[in-house]
Structure formats: structure tokens, C-alpha cells
């Protein structure tokens, strides 16, 4: 079954304490990108990369990293969590652009709470 | 700065009837236009997709246009049904990879 796999689906995490968020995908997609959504804000993007070794900041990215060393897995790192990282975050992947490009695939969702 | 925005937070229908739900943007040159359905506590599921050279799209009781002169994109719910009920996201996508969402439409269609 074709999926986007994140972990864990639910951390409660104190203010400084590293965490990992891992995303991996089963279809061999080349673009994968994380998004955070909150209440009046929609869905943002963190990051993205369009391959493996390739990654690109998108609209919120401070506070986050990422790494892409193979294919079907993209980590979102918080380094030193704060209480404005508290969200729902979301990763999700791609087949890349053009003929190709079909339908972004998302994964279940990460609520995160930073106190 | 880019910027895309549903109109309407919400919008409720009769069963039967179609829905109607826009998406415009500004400061943006996207690839692809996407519609999304996101139900509570659910990643968006995708509905469908529409390129920067294509003026509309239909699948099923779907149908999107896109006008890259107006910025504007169009989805719409034919004969509605409760269970379309959902909050509708509209997303662009840039060919370098990009992608912004709007805030979304709640659709309440009731019986």
C-alpha cells in the first residue's frame, strides 16, 4: 500500500530537548516536504527536497532541520524545541515535476507539544 | 510577498446542489494548482490537479478551472452529498519545488 509513514503521532517534549520526527515514504517519490499547520495560519512549509542530498527552506524553516540522505526518508529535527513549535506537522511526497508529477501523498500527521 | 487566499472561511449548501469554492493568488507564478480535502484530525487527501497550461479539470462530481490571467481557480461539487462535507484546501506548486496552501474552505453540505 502506498504511504507515507510518520512517527510518533503524538510527543509531548520539553523546551530544549532535541527531537526527531521521522517521514518515510514506500513509492520512491523524489519530492518530500514537511509542513506545520495551525489554527488561522493553514498549512506552511518548513522544508523541502526534491532528491536525496537536495533540500531548500520553505516559508517557516527557523527553528527546524532536515536531511535527506536516502530516498525514501526525510527527518525533520527540532535541535532546541520552544513552546512556539507547539503543532501539527505534516510530511508528504511526490513523484517530482513534470509529465510525471501526480498527486502529493501526506502522512498522517505529527501533533507536537513543546511546554 | 505570495499570497493565496480561499474565499469564504465557510460555506454551506443543500444537499444536490453544487458547491462552488475559489482560490486566488498574488505575487505567485505556480506550476500546478492542487485541491486537497482535509478532514478534522486527517492529513489532506488529494483531489486534483491542474497545470499552468490547462484551463480546467474534471474527475467525477469534480471539476476545477484555473485562469492564470485572473489568478484564479475554480472548484466545484456537483450534486453535493453530506459526506463531501470537509475543509477544502487549494495549494501552488512551483517547479522548483515551492509549494504554498491557502487557508481553506469548510464545506457543510446538509441534508
Known amino acids: 500500500e502506498a504511504q507515507v509513514t510518520q512517527n510518533p503521532r503524538y510527543l509531548i517534549t520539553v523546551t530544549g530537548k532535541k527531537l526527531t520526527v521521522t ?14 499547520q495551525d489554527p488561522g495560519l493553514g498549512l506552511r512549509q518548513i522544508y523541502y527536497s526534491m532528491n536525496v542530498e537536495v533540500t ?4 517557516v524553516p527557523e527553528g527546524y532541520k532536515v536531511s535527506r ?20 506537522y505534516f510530511c508528504a ?4 515535476r513534470g509529465p510525471g508529477y501526480t498527486e502529493a501523498f501526506f502522512g498522517q500527521g505529527t501533533r507536537l507539544t513543546v511546554v | 510577498s505570495q499570497k493565496i487566499e480561499q474565499n469564504s472561511e465557510a460555506l454551506n449548501i ?5 458547491a462552488t469554492l475559489t482560490c486566488n493568488y498574488t505575487n505567485y507564478s505556480p506550476a500546478y ?28 462530481r469534480l471539476k476545477v478551472t484555473f485562469d492564470t490571467t485572473l489568478k484564479q481557480s475554480l472548484f466545484h461539487i456537483t450534486a453535493s452529498q453530506p459526506a463531501d462535507s470537509a475543509t477544502y484546501l487549494c495549494a501552488l506548486r512551483t517547479n522548483a519545488g515551492k509549494s504554498t496552501f491557502g ?7 446538509k441534508p
Do not use: A
Open chain 1, 23 to 36: 517521514c518515510s515514504q514506500n513509492m520512491n517519490h523524489e519530492y518530500m516536504s514537511w509542513y506545520r
Open chain 1, 56 to 59: 531548500d527552506k520553505g516559508d
Open chain 1, 69 to 88: 540522505k536516502e530516498k525514501r526518508n526525510f527527518p525533520l529535527i527540532l535541535e532546541s524545541p520552544s513552546p512556539n513549535q507547539t503543532s501539527l
Open chain 1, 93 to 96: 511526497s511526490s513523484q517530482d
Open chain 2, 14 to 18: 443543500q444537499e444536490g446542489k453544487t
Open chain 2, 33 to 60: 494548482l492542487q485541491w486537497y480535502r482535509q478532514d478534522p484530525g486527517r492529513g489532506p487527501v488529494f483531489l486534483l490537479l491542474i497545470r499552468e497550461n490547462e484551463k480546467e479539470k474534471r474527475k467525477e
Open chain 2, 103 to 109: 487557508d481553506g474552505t469548510t464545506l457543510t453540505v
